[in-house]
């Protein structure tokens, strides 16, 4: 895996559904707290990313 975009989305997807399932009890809860968790991380990682990106290595 060379991909940080698919390690990325694999680490929020995983992150969101376990706390998902430890948060609410309610299967559609679970559902919509997951998603909007996972939503969460990739716009967070998006807008970092590119807060980041005028700073040389």
Known sequence: ???H???LV???LGVS???SLL???DTAE???FGS???AGFLGAAVV???LMFPFPL
Do not use: E, I, N
Request: aromatic share 20%.
């Open 1 to 3: 895996m060379h991909s």
């Open 5 to 7: 975009l698919l390690l």
């Open 10 to 12: 694999l680490f929020a």
């Open 17 to 19: 559904t376990v706390f």
């Open 23 to 25: 948060m609410k009890q």
């Open 30 to 32: 679970q559902l919509r």
């Open 36 to 38: 909007m968790f996972f």
């Open 48 to 50: 970092l990313g590119w």
